[in-house]
């Protein structure tokens, strides 16, 4: 059984960094493409980066270009620096990969993270 476990959000102040995990369990990390999405209230979930199965190309959001940075090993991580208020919301780990019919999309809980000052 595939679980998804994210770790590290909390509350930082403005140009602070946190650095959140994803511990996944019951499947392969390189063999899908792994994403961090996010979700402030009142606003719909949004992709922040991912990096793809295999050669582990990353994309990011306009929105963290430059202070974000995707990457895994056994785990999957993102740094986040210089963080903003408008980056508070709970940050999603997902794995996806093609499927021969529905692909297979994994989802963890979620962790939140809270930029104030």
């Known amino acids: 059984q595939v679980q998804l476990v994210e770790s590290g959000g909390g509350l930082v102040q403005p140009g602070g960094s946190l650095r959140l995990s994803c511990a996944a369990s019951?499947?392969?990390?390189?063999?899908?493409?792994m994403r961090w999405y996010r979700q402030a209230p009142g606003r719909e979930r949004e992709l922040v980066a991912g990096i793809s199965s295999g050669a582990g190309i990353t994309n990011y959001a306009d929105a963290v270009k430059g202070r974000f940075t995707i990457s895994r090993d056994n785990m999957l991580y993102l740094q986040m620096n210089n963080l903003k208020p408008e980056d508070t919301a709970v940050y999603y780990c997902n794995a996806w990969r093609a499927g021969f019919g529905t692909p297979d999309d994994f989802w963890g809980q979620g962790t939140q993270v809270t930029v104030s000052s």
């Open positions: 019951g499947l392969i990390l390189n063999s899908y493409t």
